[in-house]
Structures are given as C-alpha cells and as structure tokens.
C-alpha cells in the first residue's frame, strides 16, 4: 500500500548498493497518508480550539448574587452584597425577617462552611429549581451540573439551576417566596 518494488535488471547496479549487479528491490515511498494524517491533525486541533476554548464556569457568583439580590427587592426586602473568597453572601432584610442566601455547591462540600454561617442567623432551608428543600439535595443537583457540562461542550446554552442555601429567621416565610422566577439561570 503505497510502496512500489522495483526489480532491476540483472547486470544493471542499484545507485544504493554498492553490491555486484543482483536483483535489488528500490522500495519508493508515497507521501498521501502522510499528509491525510497532517491535515486530520490540523483538523481535529482547529475543531478543538473552537469548541473547548473555555470551561463552563459555574455561575459568576457576581451574577448570581445580583440575580437574587433584584429577585428580592421584587418582594419587598433589601440586600446587600458581601464578597467573601470566591463566593457571594447576600443579606437581606425585610422587617423583622432576616436572611442569609448563599450558593452551596451541588456535591455538599460546602455544606459545613454553610451551616456555621447560618447558624447565628436561624434555620436552614435549601432551594433548587423553584422548590425548597428541609435538606440539601443531593442527585438531582449533580445530574444538572453534569448535564450542563455536556450542554456546554456541545455549544449548546448551558442552563443553570444553582442550589441556593438561605438562612432564615423565624419571621421570615421562605416558603411563601415564589423561587421558581430564579429556577433557571443562564
């Protein structure tokens, strides 16, 4: 496939071998494959820098927390933002309701971290996709975080459905909030 013998005369002398005349077999070589493996090469970098040409981030916790803190001032509270390392904490205020919104990671490794915070300001619920949970969920949070991924690196719109951690006082009726408005971010 792409070589060629070529048998020489008997009494002729091959240019490579230094041999008495004999029958010597000059093998020429074809640069085709070559060259389809080159420009396949060239063809899948090219599509690669294209298509991965950044992670998903997980959403701008920025983003996020100005999405919460205008979902808020809808219903009647006042927020403020606190930057803390590389997440967001959004106070909110609303008479005697007081509240602690944070975004918990959707494998529950932040889940102590949160805990402490809400601690000094009352009970902790969870929310996801417009539904409030006594507990942090657990599956449905990393099937939505994995399919994204694959949303993301198919060039689809990556929809976001960030869990929340809210801290609530006893005055404050978190249930009552309609979250579903924040359910899908992207």
Same mark, same amino acid.
């Given at each position: 496939?792409?070589?060629?013998?070529?048998?020489?005369?008997?009494?002729s002398r091959s240019p490579w071998s230094s041999q008495?005349?004999?029958?010597?077999?000059?093998?020429?070589?074809?640069?085709?494959?070559?060259?389809?493996l080159a420009a396949a090469l060239a063809l899948t970098l090219a599509l690669k820098l294209l298509l991965y040409h950044r992670e998903p981030d997980p959403a701008?916790?920025?983003?996020l927390g100005k999405a919460v803190a205008a979902f808020l001032l809808q219903h009647g509270y006042e927020s403020r933002l606190?930057?803390?390392f590389s997440s967001i904490l959004i106070h909110a205020n609303a008479g005697k309701c007081r509240m602690l919104i944070s975004k918990a990671v959707p494998q529950g490794w932040d889940r102590s971290s949160i805990e402490l915070l809400a601690k $000094? *300001?009352?009970r902790l619920t969870y929310v996801f996709d417009g539904a409030v949970h006594a507990h942090q969920p657990f599956l449905a949070p990393? %099937?939505?975080?994995?399919?994204?991924?694959?949303?993301?690196?198919?060039?689809?719109?990556?929809?976001?459905? $960030? *869990?929340?951690?809210?801290?609530a006082?006893?005055?404050c009726a978190v249930d009552a909030l309609p979250w579903w408005?924040?359910?899908? %971010?992207s």
């Open positions: 496939m792409g070589h060629r013998a070529v048998k020489l005369l008997p009494g008495s005349p004999s029958l010597v077999l000059a093998v020429t070589h074809s640069y085709a494959p070559k060259l389809f701008d916790p920025e983003m606190e930057k803390r $000094p *300001v009352g990393m %099937l939505d975080e994995y399919w994204m991924r694959v949303r993301f690196k198919l060039g689809l719109s990556p929809n976001r459905h $960030p *869990v929340l951690a809210v801290a006082s006893d005055d408005e924040l359910g899908v %971010l």
